[in-house]
Structures are given as C-alpha cells and as structure tokens.
C-alpha cells in the first residue's frame, strides 16, 4: 500500500483500506452503540457541556468497531480525534472507513507491514505544524514509546550529534521505529520534544502497556502523567476475563473451526486473561491443563479442576496451545516441532514474542501453507507434521476473529473516557504528576452502575444503619483498596 | 445466476459459485481429514475393496468441508456421486469447488434461490439416459419427497392425464417443486418411476428427514427401503448435542459478535438440539430459559437449573432467541413486536418454517436492513425497535458460520457410510424392506470407537467373567436396545 | 440383635433400631412429602377411590424417609404393607420407626448383618398364615430372587427330596439364603409355591435387578409379570442421574469431610450412575477421569472434556475412586494397594461385589481401623499406605449419607406407585404375562408433570396444527419410544 | 453445663463436652495431617528450631479437625496453647476432646450458650496469675474486643469509679461481656491492661475480624499489632471462596437432605463467600439469584449468568436464602412470612446478625419446631407456612456441617503460623506498631507452593531472561501488590 495519507471531502486526512465499506461500518456501529451503555451514558451526561473543547486526542488502540463508538464518544465530547491501530491485524476495516469518513482521522487497516504500522502511528502523533496531541489514550505503549524514544533521541543528537542507528539492534521493529525517528530528527530536532511539553497525559488500556509504565515510573524517565485503566477492576476483571472468555473460542472457530470439545488444549498464564481463555476451553468441552510461574495463580487452576504442568509434560499430548502470560519466549520452535499434528499454537497476549516465530521461520526446510489470512500451517522437513499458527503469532482473537465483544469494551472504554476527562480538567492544576495513577474506586463502581440496567439488573441499597455498621458511605464506595472481586 | 450445468476438464458436470476457491477448499479439506478418523478409517478398511464399484450415490446435504470429506470416501470407496446441499444457505463455496474440480458433480452455492434450490437437487438426481442414482444420502428429505412426489404425480397423470398445478398450493416452497415435476412430466412421464426402480434405499441424517420418513413408512407409501442414520446414539446424542453446543454460538458470534454472557437467551426445544444450544449459552454466560412442549424434557431441564416458560413470559425480556423444535411456527410476528430493540432471532432446527418469516415481510411498514449477508435488521414502524434475524429463520449454524465441526461431522459421517454399505451390500437380498431401519448396535459402538484414539481413550476390556455377569458379549454390543446413553 | 419380631399397641408387627426416633422420623417424613410433589398428587387423585383396598404389598427398598413417603401413598390408597431395606446399612432408623409405629410393618435397621437382612427379608414376605404379598416392590431384585430359589427348592425337594445345601456354595451371602431355605422347607414344603400362586407381580426399582428379571425371562424362568420401573424415563434419567449427582458428594463428604476441589477423582463407569457421579466432582473442582468399556459412553465423557483411561494408568495418581459399573470386581485388592495413601475408595452402585472387600480382608497383614461407622481406613503392611473404605463396599450414598433426595426420589416412586396400581389393577385381566414389562409413555411423561409446578416451571401447549404438522397428540405422548432424551 | 474448669492427669485444664471421644478427634486429626500440607511443612522447616519456645498463644477459633491440626502445629514449633470456639456452635467436640487431652488447654464444646461461650473465651485468655497471652489468634475477632473493652472499662473505672453495666446496652450478647468485664474489675482492676502489656500482637483470620481492627485503626484505639491474615490472597481467594463452595451444600445436606437441583436460590451478597455459595448452588443445578450493593460485584455475577435483584423481587419465588454479607438486618422477619413454605434460611457470615432471627422469635403466635439440632422449622401462625431456619442464623455450614475441608484450611492456617511467627520473631524489634499489616507477597506465595505438590503440580521456571523482561525475580514475588488474582 503506497504510504500516502488521504483527505475527505472536509479534509480530514485518513489512510484506510476501502472506503466504499463504510456504509458497512456505520450499520455495525449502530449495532454496537445499543450493546455499549456506558460510552452512550458518557455521551448523555457529558455530551451537553463539551468538556473536551479544544482538545486534540491521539489514539493507538485496536481500530475496531467497539473502537469507533470511544471515538465518536470523545468527538461527541468536543474531541479532535486521530487514530491508529495498536496491532498489524485488528483493523477492522469497515470500522475504520466508517470512522474516516465521518468522524476522525484514522490511519489503519488488517493487514499492515511493520513498516507501515509504525508510519501509521507517526500520523496519529502528527498534528501538522502546532505540533501533537493534547491526550494520548494507548493501548499497549507504543505511542507513548514513541515519543520517549524520540525525545531521547532528539537529546542525545544536541548533546553528541549522533543520529539513532537502526543497526544497533537486532530487533527487527525497533530497527524501524530507530529509523522512524531517525528521519523525523533530520527535519525537525524539536519534534518530540515540542510533542512533550503540550502532551497532558496518557491513559493506558493494556497491562503490558502499564508494566511499561511502572518501569519508567521507577527509572525516572516517565515524561508526563499516566493513568492506568487496565487496573480499573472494570477493566482488568472484565475485558482481560470475560472479553477472551469470548474472544478466544470465537478466534479459534474462526480461524480452524476445529472441534474443542474433547480435545487436550494448554493454556500458557493463568491471570485474568489464562482464566478467560481456560475458563472458555473446558467449558466448551476440552481437557485443559495449565502452565504457571506463579504459585498462587497455579493454586486457583487446581482449585477450578485444571491441573498445572510444564510446557514439556504436555507438548505431545495436546491439541491446542494458547498463550496469555505477557512474558516472552513461552512457545519455543523446539516446543513446536514436537507437538501433533495440526497442534494448533496461538497466542492471545499483547506482543508477539510470546511464540518464536522467528525460530519457525528460520527452521531448516520448514514449509509454510496459508490457509486463509491469518492461519498458517508450518510443516517440519523431518517428521512431516504441522502446526497451525493463528495470526502469525499476534493477538489471535483480533488477527481472527474481533476482538472482544462490545458490552465488556463498553466498560473498559468508559474507563477510557473518564481517564481522559480527567487528565484534561486537571491539566492546569498540577494533580497529577509524572506517574502512574489509578482511577479512584467510586469511578470504577460508577462505571459498573451504567452497565447493570441493560443486563435487567436491580441493585439493593443499603440502610445508614448498614452503611455505618460496615463502615461505608451508603452510594460507595464499597470495598477497600486492596479489595481483590 | 444463469443455471447452466458446466464441465471439468475431464466432463464432469457441476455448478458452484466460483471454481478458483478450489485450492482454498482442498487445504481445508486436508486439515479436516485429520479430524474425521472415523470416514479415514472406513478408507483404509474399505478403500481396497471397492465396495461401491458400480454404485452411483446421490447426495442432499450441506455441502460443506466436512461433507466433502464424506464424499471423498465414498469414491474412495469405488462410488460416482453427484451432490447438492439441502439448504440454500449452507455451501461453503471453497468446498463445492474443490469436489466439483476433485472428486463429484456438485450443484451447489452459499445463498441459493428457492428455484435454484429446486433446480440443483434435480440434477444431483439426474444421471443422465441411464435414469437415476442407486442410492440416496439425504439430509431434511428433500431428494426423498422429490422422487415421491414425483412418482405420485407421474401415477395420477397416467390416470387422469392431469399435470400438476402450482397454483393448487399457498407454500411457495412447494410451488415450485410442483412447477419442476411438471415440466419434468413433460419431457418424461416415466422418469420417476424409473428412478424408483433402480433406488436401493436412502439413508437419512436428520431427526427431521426421518419424521417424514416413519410417517410415510404409517402411511404406506415410503418407496424404497431407508435407513434412519438420525437415531444411531453416535448421530443424535453427539452431532445433535456437541454440534451444536459449538455452533451455535460460533454462529451468533460471526453473526452479530453479540456478548453472550450476561444476556438472557431463550431455547425453544429442549430435545438434544437444544439441550446442545442451552449448555452453549449458558457456559458463555447467559441467563438461559427454555420452552418446552413435553413435560420429560421440561423437568431435565430444570435440574439443570434452567427454568421453563412459555414464550410469552419472556418476550421482552430476553436477548437471544433460538428455535430447535422441529415445529412450526415458534416465533410468530407478535412474539417479535414485543421484543427488545435489537433482540437477536435465529433457528437451528432444519427448517425455515420456525420463525415466522412471512409474517415478518409483510407487516405493514417493516423495514428491512441487511447489515450483512445473512444478518438482518428488521424494524417495526411502530416502536422503531428492531429485530435482528440470521440466516433469513434458515439454519443459522450452517447460514451464519460453517456449522458443526469435522471431529462431530465424523461420527454422523462414518454412520452414514456404513449405512451406504449396508444398503448396498444387501441390495439383492431382500433384507430391507421398503421400511425404516436404524443401524444395529455394535456398529453404532464400532463408529464411537473409531473416534476414542484420537482422543487419546483408552477403553477397558471385560474379562470373560464379568461379561458373563451381565450377560453381554466380550466384544459387546454392551447395552440393551432401550438404553437411553 | 435378638431377632424376635415386636408388635405395636395394634398389633402391627416390626423390627427396627429405636422406637423411639418415631417422632423425629415423622417430622422429616412431613418435610419431605412438601418435596415429593408426585407421591402427593396420587394421595389427591386416587387416595379417595382406595384402589388398593384389599391388597399386600410387600416392598424390599432401602427404609429411608423418601421411602416412608411411597409407604404412606401406598397404604393411603388402601394397601397393607409390609418392608425391609435391600441394604445392610440403608435405613434409616427414624423413618423405620415412624413407618412402623404409623403405618407398616416394617424389619429393617441400619447395620444388619448378612443373616439379620435376609430375616427381615422373610419378615417381610410373610404374611402369616394366608401366605404371601399380593405385590412386590423390589430394589435390586432380593425379594424376588428368594422367592425364585424358594420355588427352585421345593420343586427340586419334591421330585428328590434333597435339601438345599448352604456348603454348595462359596458365596457367603447365598449360603445365608440358602440355608433359610431349607429350613423354611423343613417347617412348609409348599411355602413359596403358595406365595407365587398369590402374587400379581413385581415393580422393579434399579439397572440391577431388572438385569435379573431379563435374565430370567430370557431362560424362560421368570415365575410372575414384572414391570421395570427402572427405565422410565422419569427414574433413570432422572434418580440415577441428578440422584447421585447430590448424593455422591453428599456422602463423601460426611464420611471423609475431603476437599474435593483439585483432587483427582476416577469414575469407574459412565452410565446414568457415572454421569450424575462425573458431573458431581468436576462441578466440585476434581479433576475427573472415567473408565470405560463401552465406546459411545466413552465418547460421552471424551466430548465433555473427561479422560478415559483404564484403572491401571491412573492407580497412583488419583486420590478418589467410585464404582458404578453394575459389574464385578472393579477395584480388586491388588489395585488397592498400589493407591496413593489415604486414597478414598467407594461404591455407588446397587452391589458390594465392584470393590474386592474380601481381597481386602483377607491381605496378609492388613490391618483395619475404623475412623467412624462406614469410613474404614485399611493400611497394607508393606507400603503403610492407607486406603478409605466407605460403606464396607456397599451404596456409599445410602451408607455414609441419606440417599437421594425427596424431589427425585417423587419421580421414582411415582412410578412404582403407578406400577403397582397398574399390575393390581390388571390381575385379573391377563394383560401382564411372565414377563418384564416398562410403562407406558404417557404415565412416564405424567410422573415428569407431577413435578413441574413445584419448581415454577409452565409448559408450552401444541396448537392443533403444530400437533397434526409433528404427528403426535396435543396432549401426548411427544416422543417416539426410541427417544433417548 | 457447669462452668468448671477440669483438668488432665498432666494437669492441663480444659472444658469439653466428652473425653471419650479422644481417640476418635485423634483418628480424624491424622486423616487431616495428611490434607494439610501446608501445616506439616511447617512442622518440618521449623519444627527442630523451637521457635515458639516460651509463648503464650491463645486461639479464638472455631474448635475444629483442622483448628486440632493449627494448635498442634503450634505446639510442635514449641508454643504453649490455649483454645476457644469462636462460634457457640462450631467445635466439633471429638476435636476438643483429643487437643484437650493430648495438646493444648480447650474450652469448647458444641452448642454453647451465649453466657458458656464467653466463660470460654476468658478461660482462653486466662494463663493464670501471670496474666494473659504473647500471642492471639483470632476469628472474628472476639478475644481481641473482650480485651479492648475491658481495657476501656478498666481506664474508665480508675478515672471514674463507674463499673460498666449491662444495661447499658440492648444487645444480648454485648450484656454478657459487660458482665464479665464487671465482675473481672471487681477481682483485678489491671488484669486486661497487663494483658495488653504483654501482647505481642495478633493474627485475625477472617473478613468481619479485620474490619474491626481497621475500625480500630482509623480510630487511633488499637492497642497491639495486627496482622490482617484474612486478605492473604492465599486466606480470602481459597478459603472464602472454595471453601464455602465445598462447605455450603455440606451444610444443606446434612440439616435438610433438599435435593438443590431444579431450586430457586438466593445469595445474598457476591463477595468471596457469595461467590463460593452461589457456584456451589449453581453448579447442584439450582437456579440462583444473587443480591448486591456493589455495582461491580453485580456485574461480576451478571457476566456469570446470575441475575441480580433485590430481596423483595424473588422472596415469593425462592426456596433457599443464604447470607453472605459480612452486614446486619439482610433478611427480615417481614421477609420470612413472605416466603413460601418451607423455604430454607441460612448464613454463611461471621456473625448472627444476617437474620432477624429476633424478629423471627418475637413474632407473635409464631411456632418453632426442632426437627434436628440446628435444624428449625418456624411456622408464621397466619399462613400456616414454615421457613427452615439453619444453625439458628449463625455459620451454617460449621453449625450443620463439619465447615471447610482441611485442604483449604491448611492454606489459612500456614497463613496464621506464618504471622504468628513473624509477630513473636519481630517481638523486641519495633517492626510491628499498634497498626494493621499484611503479611508480604512472597510469604503469601509460599504458602501456595507448599500446598501444589499434594495436588501433583509443577510449576514453571522462568529464565533470567524472562524475569528481567517482566522485571520480577526469578523466585518471586511476581506480582504487583494491587494484583487481584
């Protein structure tokens, strides 16, 4: 695809697959606003008072149709919105024509090329000559990533006049995004310095995106405030549980439409996104088994009925093999090519370093089969068996299927929404600081209140006489901090 | 589209929708076969052999992947088959091609008209001078009552010298099967009866098929010889059940990628189809609620946990809507006017008379949105609420996604095969009258063994001495003929 | 215990624990009649026409609270009764004192031994000097086999007037038989000769002895009409199954207060016992494997996510082993004691001959202890490994807990109940031959109606046209007999 | 009974109910040792270095198999115990009778008076002319309040000469503790403040417990150290939560013998215990209702298929009642004559204070009726409908049943030993102020690595490079503190 960025009628720049599938999009936008109570109870409440006036919004984050109703969410608010997609394959392309048509600036389509990925998430940054974005909400850190590499880069070339050089690593994205910023320093030296000192604030979607953040809290290097939405309990033990408790199966079917039941399937992690993926599994009739580096998480299988095994006690009895742990280097070609055949190996963590893809490809004589996009079969020279990968090692329920579904997404981006809100109404005040925060918990109970009455449910209220003898306020917050649902 | 019959290379007939997804079509094929051990098995037991050597089969069934892989033992058994789906929703148009380019004369595409419905079974039936297929594979009936209906026209026209009429009949459906035979009665008033002459029996796949089956068997006018392959344990109580308790939510989630938990879903039918569907729901999480005509199925349900009401009770309450019942006319239009805005409607049960699609298309006012093929939006004037109906009331497993896996599709299959065998093998013995046969047990228990190394079962063996304890043989069959599995 | 009959103020004879315990028995007996909605109804409906006026019943059935409800039905509908347990540790000593202070004649208490349960069972057949019952309730057949031997020895006494002879025999039990017997010889060589002349039949309670009864009419044996309550639909489906899916737990739990959650738990059989048995455990966290011999029930278990092994591969890892094949030597002494230590060992099947109690006892150097009456543990002198016994071998869940509950034991003796009227009610008429007969579907689907309303539940009413569309009645029967449910 | 302190041969004093059931308690603690791995290994690591040697430890805490496991592994670290109940009907007395005999000073018995259980707790508090314990462990924290308030009365006596009175107060039970309070300062006018003095801390196991002691803490009154031991993950996600799942039909069971499939059951709060209850419910096959404050819980239990209502909205529908809520006044006696006959009331809180069973008491003309101990049947004079009343409203499943299995109490209790040993290690430091701690993670992961070889566990490793890239060690703590698990 050539890389040049598009304008609409309204001259709003996009660059997206197909534009005549926006039609498409806005019928399952529509769709998807009556399933996403809280983004449309945002939209009612605050939507009169356009609190985001004047703010410019950079997203990277899945562009998918739950997506496009937090953009049209944040727009409806007052919001200038730009966007990009946070993994090569989850564009939904009808999603992001939809939204570039009518709503904001979206740079995104299935399918993308390394290359192409991180261009688009230099567009989303890039706000013309007044420089870049007031707000970043990311999902996973890679724009947040980007500006740090940049302003880092940028220092480093006053001081010593040394350009980034992409050969210093082998990593083959971090060559490109050391290019990236290479070419950027060439024309503009200020660039991400400038994008810094505007940028209010982050709110962070994913845990691996918010480890991110920690580890530059404790360096010291974090450059502006940052909120940490995944650890909202209405997103952590919502989207990362129930959202792949969803997904996972639905990838799977999608992609092989291979019979669970009965099979032998090893889920790799059993956090919040191990006990979706585990719990979808058995219930569908599989034998799971689990692996675990955590004594406590590995305790919970066992008490659920799954037992806990390494990687190599099981690698040629099973049939399905997912990865959930966040870590890297869990699936490993030596692993691979001793499985069945037709293992089906997949991962459902944020990066793709979870299964050694590049050992696969660079195995001696492999051959690799496409099926369709998205699913692949490799094939040993030696014993002539396969193994099934799913979106090449990416994110399998985004790369196969769409995402998480929307009522669960509806409560991780009303968490989105009022990250952002409140970043920007505090941006003068100096609340928040160079670190990473949480949402306070009423936020996190309210955010659960706009998702009951659709579900038809009705909560009890309590007495004073109760409230004081369990020592909380009667409308909450309820629980303790350390209060773990 | 033009209903021509076309060629391959080598002079076999087909039609399919587009003869490039051959390849795609064999690959999947390919990995299904890896799942189907049953239909691998019957290969390489049979496959020598050639039993089929001289048998022509005609097929009425899905024309799917797994059906292919059906298909392609028979031949490999020694067959000439000529195939079309038995519902115009339920091709996967990979797989018609690439037993269309491969194997067998295919007619069939995904999203068939009823005339072209119609017109496809005929020629699956249509074996040129020499008359018709030796043997039937059904699937609903369909080439069944084509012959019979047939036969019976040809029998009244001989007396009377009357053609059919069309008009004589207020079921569009049935219109043009009338329209068919008379044009056919036209051209060869001997047709079906030759065809019936030359038939050594059908065998049937689904509990619908075989209703009508053992109602013309009451009736005395069955024509030839069938076998119930539907009531085989290892057809009902799995295809029916594990099929579609994976189906039916894969169907929902390509459909519409509604989140199933929380929502409260309604199963129509309790019997094995729904049972299926019910534990799907409710695993993903849905508040689940049947209805139930026969008070047995009712109280299994409740020790389930799931409550019994009637329709009505639910109407605006629920979310999801799936009919299994086998009846007719469930969900009328006055059901789906109460419903909640976007309340999702579908059908699992084999045909299209559960869910009142006629009511629906002509209510004064509907208005009708496809938001894709297969998924419909269709809202009432009055409260702008809309329902949302898949696969038109058709199959939704089948018209929404790829229906039931290969490793289920196995099980079904391999009864069907051995059903085509027995047929065949006593077609001049007079075994089978023209009567319906279930298959014996101890090949029901041969297919379920064909199915357990997969798996990795180990069974256990009866000594001599237990097995003289209660009275079955070493090698079984282990149960009496009333036991319900 | 000193076996001599007693006698109540009236003059009803009886035998039980602790008179004393009557009143306790009876407010659990109007507990569970509010859960036994079945048994109530037929009070409502035939109680007023007394049908059994006139008529004895003698009933060998486990004398527990649910069972004194089916008491006082029979014996509101006018019958005289007379009862004993079909098990050594199965009664339950205040319903047996209720019983008898109330109602019956009752001989029966918890912890007989082998010599006082056969006493009881002669108790209960003699009905003084005008001879025996006109009707049997039987569970696992006792009952009716003493009266097959007693018929067996007489006529074999009169042509060569040889006694039967205990020593003819290894087995302890049918030495005890045996030698009652011949006694009862010794005093009235005609005895059982004049019982079977009176009696009308038996209804059969369980999967063992109507196994017998097909036997015996298979030899040509069998010596009065049966009719096999069993396989109703309403009673396998239902007692066999969700009965022990309570009562399995039930039992384990206070005889051994273990955690189930995260044990390994093998079920050795996957028929109705073993499904109801295997869904327990893994809903209470167990990892859960079958054995098997019969391939379809295998791949039931495979298809939900259950392993199937042999009780080989899984003797050292397990810690809980249940028995519910209805077969022999299951779990044999050489097995044992290859256990883990303290692994739990149990039986829920009708019979004490799945597990090799007397391997057991006689293993050199074991030594026994007993934690609590049925929890035994029992150590092997080499490894000094314990394994726990429950129940001595015997019905675990009658043993070590109370049975089923009330609400699924109503569907059982509903049955027996309309059973028992139906052979009554047909003595005369010949209907019933010597042979083993099941009831009708409609009553089947009757018992389920019984029981709807009490969970809430409302069935849905065909409409004439959706009847006439699937060829059944309005008002039933729904299904073919086939049907498996 | 009369409230005299005896004495072993040895001379240790106890109260229990029946000595003879020593050996019993003692068959019953070795089964246990063995499902208490935690323990053990606790017995192993330190036992040979003695380091209770010279403490004092008094336990308040539901006397017990398991608890007989806790104090005996105490004793083996070379503690000097002393024991109450912490609940008048939570002590299995076989348990007392064998610590009492072979271990520890014991004060308990099943079925206390209010009066009984506070003599109780004082004895346990008693050491004798040198005062009071080093170290309690508490559950509920009664031992803890008896000594703050009598501190306070103590203080309150000096500076005002004013006794307190029990009429100062409605409260039944806080009655008896002035009492006792009153009639201490009469005897010793410093003994609870040299109590105080010489306390080291203590360690509180459950929910409500630690809610006082934070109380305390905000209050600026806690007068020793804490360690909050109740929200270890290892305490509050495992025995809360599974615990309760195996505990609450144990208790059903054994009061009622209601068969739980196919009812209608309501939960009263989806916290841990709510969550195990309603699991347990559902997975028995009970349709279960949950009842909520919390927003997020709801939604939590709406993502499970649980509808969530008010008490009010299914009081006519349900047949079981469980509170879980840690909060006074959840059921009423206007709820109760509301319910249908027969419905089962019960709590699984800490305390008596979920049900109104005042109200229930005082209702007038109200009938009760013991069917069994802790098995009640009141019957509204009205209505003539009963609700069953369990354990009097206090902790069913330890009033009804045996309360949680060992397995799951021996994570608890290694969490209690734990804290207990770090509080009387760190006695002289300073480490611990009069504030409330919990115990760090990695201890917290500890206690489940000991507990996953007894269920045949392995866990992964991960290489340094892998914990550098997730920035944990290599053996933990692996997670963030706010991690919810």
Redesign the interface.
Same mark, same amino acid.
């Given at each position: 695809m050539a890389l040049l960025v598009e304008k609409t009628s309204s001259g709003r720049e996009y660059k997206v697959k197909d534009m005549s599938q926006a039609d498409?999009g806005r019928?399952?936008i529509e769709?998807?606003e009556?399933?996403m109570p809280g983004l449309m109870s945002c939209r009612a409440e605050f939507g009169p008072s356009q609190p985001f006036k004047g703010a410019r919004i950079s997203g990277s984050l899945h562009m998918t149709?739950q997506t496009a109703v937090l953009i049209e969410t944040l727009t409806a608010l007052g919001a200038e919105v730009r966007w990009c997609s946070c993994n090569i394959f989850s564009t939904q392309d009808h999603a992001a024509a939809a939204i570039a048509r009518d709503s904001a600036a979206v740079f995104a389509w299935k399918g993308e090329t390394l290359q192409e990925y991180w261009w688009c998430t230099e567009r989303c940054l890039d706000w013309g000559a007044g420089g870049g974005p007031d707000l970043i909400v990311d999902d996973g850190g890679d724009a947040t990533l980007l500006i740090h590499e940049g302003v880092k880069a940028e220092e480093e070339f006053e001081k010593t006049g040394k350009l980034p050089d992409p050969n210093s690593t082998d990593n083959a994205e971090f060559q490109i995004v050391l290019g990236l910023i290479r070419d950027s320093l060439k024309v503009d030296p200020h660039r991400y310095r400038k994008m810094k000192e505007r940028l209010v604030g982050v709110s962070e979607e994913t845990t691996t995106g918010v480890?991110r953040l920690?580890?530059m809290q404790?360096n010291g290097t974090l450059l502006f405030p940052a909120i940490n939405v995944n650890?909202a309990?209405?997103k952590?033990?919502?989207d990362n !549980?129930?959202g792949c408790?969803?997904s996972l199966?639905?990838g799977l *079917?999608?992609a092989?439409?291979?019979?669970?039941?009965?099979?032998?399937a090893v889920v790799c992690g059993y956090g919040?996104v191990g006990k979706g993926c585990a719990a979808a599994l058995?219930?569908?009739?599989?034998?799971?088994m689990v %692996?675990?580096?955590?004594? @406590?998480?590995? !305790?919970?299988a066992? *008490?659920?009925?799954?037992?806990? !095994? %390494?990687?190599e006690?099981v690698l040629s +009895?099973a049939d399905i093999f997912v990865t959930t742990t966040?870590?890297?280097?869990i699936i490993m070609v030596d692993h691979m090519k001793k499985m069945k055949?037709?293992a089906i190996v997949c991962n459902i963590g944020h990066f793709d370093n979870e299964i050694d893809m590049l050992g696969l490809e660079t195995y001696p004589g492999i051959q690799r %089969?496409t099926?369709?996009p998205q699913t692949d079969?490799w094939v040993f020279p030696d014993t002539k068996n396969g193994v @099934?990968i799913l979106a090449e090692g990416r994110l399998m329920n985004l790369g196969c299927? %769409?995402g998480?579904?929307?009522?669960?997404m509806s409560?991780s981006f009303t968490n989105q929404v009022i990250a952002q809100l409140e970043l920007w109404k505090e941006r003068a005040t100096g609340k928040y600081k160079k670190e990473v925060y949480?949402l306070p918990k009423h936020l996190?109970?309210?955010v659960?209140?706009l998702?009951?009455e659709k579900?038809?449910?009705?909560?009890?209220? !309590?007495?004073p +006489?109760?409230a004081a003898?369990?020592?909380v306020p009667v409308e909450?917050p309820?629980?303790?901090?350390?209060y773990?649902?």
């Open positions: 498409f019928l399952e769709l998807a009556v399933e149709i480890k920690y580890q404790a650890d309990v209405t952590s033990k919502f !549980l129930y408790r969803h199966p639905d *079917m999608r092989t439409d291979v019979m669970i039941a009965g099979k032998v919040d058995k219930q569908a009739g599989a034998r799971v %692996t675990e580096i955590d004594p @406590i998480c590995a !305790l919970q066992l *008490m659920e009925g799954i037992p806990v !095994l %390494t990687l006690d +009895e966040g870590n890297k280097d055949n037709n %089969t099926i369709k079969r @099934i299927a %769409t998480h579904p929307s009522f669960v409560c949480v996190d109970e309210k659960a209140s998702h009951l579900l038809g449910a009705k909560l009890t209220k !309590l007495t +006489e109760q003898y369990i020592s909450g309820y629980k303790p901090l350390h773990r649902y």
